[in-house]
């Protein structure tokens, strides 16, 4: 089993301060969320605010799964939160 991204919806949560994605390990759906601080610890360009935070989410998609697969594959659990940490 490993973990895939088939569906490419992102959220803007600012009550939790982060953006949501989901992946998938076969018949399981894994939730992950990146903290805001995490997005700016990427890019330190990132303005505030969903539309900045999100094209920062995007371009830097690559890193954020790789950082996602590595909390997966350290804890198979069906939720993790992404911190600067994880970066």
Not at 40 to 55: N, Y
Not at 68 to 87: C, G, I, M, V, W
Request: hydrophobic share 40%; net charge positive; glycine share 4%.
């Amino acid at each position: 089993m490993s973990l895939h991204f088939p569906n490419p919806i992102r959220r803007y949560d600012t009550a939790r301060g982060c953006v949501c994605f989901w992946g998938s390990d076969s018949a399981l759906e894994i939730a992950f969320e990146v903290e805001l601080a995490a997005l700016r610890s990427i890019d330190a360009s990132a303005g505030p605010g969903e539309a900045s935070m999100l094209r920062t989410y995007d371009a830097h998609l690559a890193a954020i799964r790789k950082a996602a697969e590595a909390a997966y594959s350290r804890k198979r659990q069906s939720y993790h939160r992404l911190t600067a940490d994880n970066f």
